[in-house]
Each structure stands twice: as structure tokens, then as C-alpha cells.
């Protein structure tokens, strides 16, 4: 007994002095220009080990990959909701859709240097629901986070590789991309040809809506647990069912007997 006593705590000792696992806060500055006008917004992503947050102006999504769970958070009106992950049901259908567009990266020859890390363009083309696109991420293999984020990455992928298809995505974190839709795809459901058309010839006129995206800031930090925590207080939400305090539609009163 004294010797496994004994192993147990020199195992203990050898964890003690190994770093904690770090994390990585990346905070993006996006531009998207929209035939309505041009919109401005912040994104920012934190990622430790097998978790992620994303937190923007309107939402914020946790992915959980050791739980294999998803929280979708509205910090507007202090309710989530908890999903699945992968995903099921017609969230999957939605996702296996979407992946329907996914592309593989070529290489490109131009490199750039965004916040003194330097980084490499790749190009890629698809089609989305919205029509086709374009897009040039420049991918940095050196700058803070890249081993963490790329790490998460490919975890996030193997979880999904049965909704959907492996693509060739470059090593490293993405420090700007640059996107360019042309919409002129759009299919709506049964639509009358004539009004199809239409929908089509209008589309044609339209401006390509472009988004750029570039990290303005990349931290390495140890992330604490609640970081990747639905805040307390918070209400489950299920979907249909309206945020707490919120009433749902009444429903229609029954037709008299005739």
C-alpha cells in the first residue's frame, strides 16, 4: 500500500508543476456592405481546450465539445437555449445543408502582417443559399493562439464529420478574410416560375454584399470555468416557447356552430 501511496503522490507533484492548459481570447473588428448600407460590428472568440464562447452584439454560443452540448445565450432577455451537439433533427439538416457550400483552401502567393504576426492568403470559391461567393483568408500559423484555435478547430470537425464533409482547411488562426456574395441563387420554395424569374432578374441587379474581418487583438490567458458557463439567473428557453415575462399570442377564438 505504501508504494502505491507513494506513486500517487509523486504523480500528484508531477501535475502540480505542469502549466495549465491556456487559453486564447481573439477579438475581431467586422465590416459587411449591404445594398441597405454598410454595418459595423465586434466579434469575440474564446477558446480553452475543448470549449469555445463566441460573443457578438446580438448573441452569444458556447460549444461544448467534452459534454457534446451547445448553449445558444440572449443576453438581452437572460434565456438560453441548450442543444445537442452535433446537432440533431432539423438543426442537423440545417447544418449537412450549409455544409453543402464548403470549400477547400488553395494556397494563394500574397502574405501579409496583421498585429506584427505574419500570415498567409488562401483562396476559396462555392455556393451558398445566397448565391455564389469568394473568399481569401489570410492564416498565420505563429501568432498567439494559433495551436489552440487550430486544436479546437479539428476537434469541432471530427465531431461533426457525419453531418459534414472533411474540407482542406490551412493550419493556424485566420487573422483577416475578405468575402465577397454575389446574390444571384436564391431559390425560394414553390415559387411560380414566372415569380421565380422575377426573384432572379432583381437579384441580378443587385450589388455583390462583401464582409471583411480582421483580428484587432489576440490574448493568451488562463480561462476560468465560468467562462464557458451559461451566466446564473438565466432562464431555459425551448424552442417555440417566448422568453420569460413575454406572453404568447393569444389563440384565435373557435368559429360559431353554424
Do not use: W
Not at 170 to 177: N, T, V
Amino acid at each position: 500500500m505504501k508504494t502505491i501511496s507513494f506513486a500517487a503522490a509523486a504523480v500528484a507533484v508531477v501535475l502540480s508543476t505542469l502549466p495549465a492548459r491556456a487559453g486564447v481570447v481573439i477579438t475581431q473588428q467586422q465590416t459587411t456592405n449591404l445594398p441597405s448600407g454598410q454595418l459595423k460590428s465586434e466579434q469575440t472568440i474564446m477558446i480553452q481546450g475543448n470549449k469555445q464562447r463566441m460573443i457578438t452584439d446580438k448573441h452569444e454560443i458556447i460549444t461544448d465539445l467534452d459534454n457534446n452540448v451547445m448553449y445558444l445565450i440572449d443576453a438581452s432577455k437572460s434565456s438560453y437555449f441548450q442543444l445537442p451537439f452535433p446537432p440533431t433533427g432539423p438543426m442537423a439538416q440545417q447544418v449537412a445543408h450549409a455544409a453543402a457550400a464548403a470549400m477547400d483552401f488553395k494556397k494563394g502567393t500574397t502574405t501579409r502582417k496583421i498585429l506584427g504576426y505574419s500570415c498567409t492568403d488562401y483562396l476559396g470559391t462555392g455556393q451558398s443559399m445566397q448565391g455564389d461567393y469568394t473568399i481569401t483568408e489570410c492564416f498565420s500559423t505563429s501568432a498567439t493562439g494559433a495551436k489552440e484555435f487550430n486544436a479546437f478547430q479539428k476537434a469541432m470537425a471530427a465531431k461533426l464529420k457525419s453531418l459534414v464533409p472533411q474540407i482542406n482547411t490551412p493550419d493556424g488562426i485566420p487573422l483577416a478574410s475578405d468575402s465577397t456574395i454575389k446574390m444571384n441563387t436564391m431559390k425560394i420554395p414553390n415559387l411560380p416560375p414566372e415569380q421565380a424569374q422575377r426573384v432572379q432578374q432583381e437579384l441580378a441587379k443587385m450589388k455583390p454584399m462583401t464582409t471583411n474581418t480582421e483580428v484587432t487583438r489576440l490574448e493568451a490567458k488562463n480561462l476560468p470555468a465560468d467562462s464557458f458557463a451559461v451566466p446564473k439567473g438565466y432562464t431555459q428557453r425551448t424552442l417555440g416557447m417566448p422568453p420569460a415575462g413575454q406572453a404568447q399570442a393569444p389563440a384565435p377564438a373557435p368559429s360559431p356552430a353554424k
